[in-house]
């Protein structure tokens, strides 16, 4: 791209930027925001406060919470699955852990000696 056309390229984005500016500037909403923002400001220096003291009085929670913290993944292993299979009835339980509700009947029925026998994997 020739140096004139870069130059006329961004005179023409300058001056699309300035018609934006002026008419952000007739926006009453905006308008409204920047008197608000003067008027805090002003507010927070007669008072000695910044913006983080005002966050931690409205909500101290805030300041214990970054929006960007990244958790790390555990870095234990996955349990293996373990199946009962039941000599009496054929019923077969798959569980990851000791706390599955049949196997701990069958525990106190049978005693846990004769269950840890019925292990099939």
Wanted: a positive charge; charged letters at 30%; aromatic letters at 6%.
């Amino acid at each position: 791209m020739s140096r004139l056309a870069e130059f006329r390229k961004l005179e023409q984005q300058l001056a699309e930027q300035l018609a934006e500016l002026e008419s952000m500037k007739g926006d009453a909403g905006l308008k409204k925001e920047i008197e608000f923002e003067s008027k805090l400001r002003a507010l927070l220096g007669e008072y000695g406060f910044s913006l983080k003291n005002v966050i931690n009085i409205l909500d101290p929670q805030a300041v214990r919470r970054p929006s960007a913290v990244v958790v790390p993944k555990s870095s234990r292993k996955a349990r293996n699955v373990k199946i009962y299979k039941n000599p009496n009835s054929g019923e077969i339980v798959e569980t990851k852990g000791g706390n599955h509700r049949q196997l701990k009947e069958w525990k106190t029925e049978f005693g846990a000696d004769v269950v840890e026998s019925w292990r099939t994997q």
